[in-house]
């Protein structure tokens, strides 16, 4: 195993950070490497809006939930789906290209891109020896973030990331079983086994939340997540998404 895997497999959300900004060489070595991510038919369709003004990220803290650590970080980056530029490009090469750019597809690519690039800048981030917390908070309010950073038609902000150098490191949460995740050859349809699995994964979570919490939780995951879905939250993206010119056919 070297260095690289061990850092990728090292990973959890880092939530407390000290009160030191991150350089602006560190900034532009994390967006290079976000940069180098993979990206279809090198169309690069995303855009990263780094966050420095204080009171810029005190309104994204408000608008993701009031989550303190969207606004106490060493940096924070939003990432947005973007074909604006690819609109732009179209124009300039005197080309229709309006009917592709609207097109599912090319609304799938610029979230590919996108996340592409938001992990290689976390890996890198990581590996410099910060910390990151992703946050899909400020999804809970996409006008009000869009008005604060100003962003055009065709550029749909996604999700943040904190980064910053931590105070508190969390005890790391067990992922489901490499089994239960990777299918050889076909989807395992097994619902006994796929049952089964989920069961022993549940068994699992609860003992982390009883050692992390000295028995005070005792959650399983299943539950958590038939909650969680059970609640419909911002079911205002597919209209959001249209109004912004993206993913209309």
Not at 53 to 80: I, M, P, S, T, W
């Amino acid at each position: 195993m070297n260095d690289v895997i061990t850092n990728i497999l090292n990973h959890r959300s880092i939530r407390h950070f000290e009160d030191k900004l991150l350089t602006d060489e560190q900034i532009s070595t994390i967006i290079s490497c976000a940069q180098s991510a993979s990206t279809s038919s090198y169309i690069q369709a995303y855009s990263i809006i780094g966050i420095k003004d204080k009171e810029k990220k005190r309104k994204l803290a408000e608008l993701a939930g009031n989550q303190g650590y969207v606004e106490n970080n060493g940096h924070f980056l939003v990432f947005c789906a973007d074909l604006h530029r690819h609109e732009i490009i179209g124009e300039r090469e005197g080309k229709n290209v309006i009917p592709t750019i609207e097109s599912t597809e090319k609304f799938m690519v610029s979230l590919i891109d996108a996340s592409l690039a938001a992990q290689n800048a976390a890996i890198a981030a990581e590996s410099m020896g910060l910390g990151i917390c992703y946050i899909g908070g400020i999804r809970n309010n996409l006008e009000g973030v869009k008005d604060l950073l100003k962003t055009p038609e065709r550029v749909i902000p996604l999700f943040g990331m904190a980064i910053g150098y931590p105070t508190k490191i969390t005890d790391q949460k067990p992922r489901l079983p490499l089994e239960h995740i990777y299918h050889e050859d076909q989807y395992e349809q097994n619902r006994e086994v796929y049952v089964k699995q989920l069961q022993d994964y549940d068994n699992l979570i609860s003992s982390y939340y009883e050692k992390r919490t000295n028995s005070v939780r005792n959650d399983r995951w299943t539950d958590q997540m038939a909650k969680m879905l059970e609640k419909q939250t911002r079911m205002y993206m597919k209209e959001f998404v249209q109004k912004s010119k993206m993913d209309l056919q």
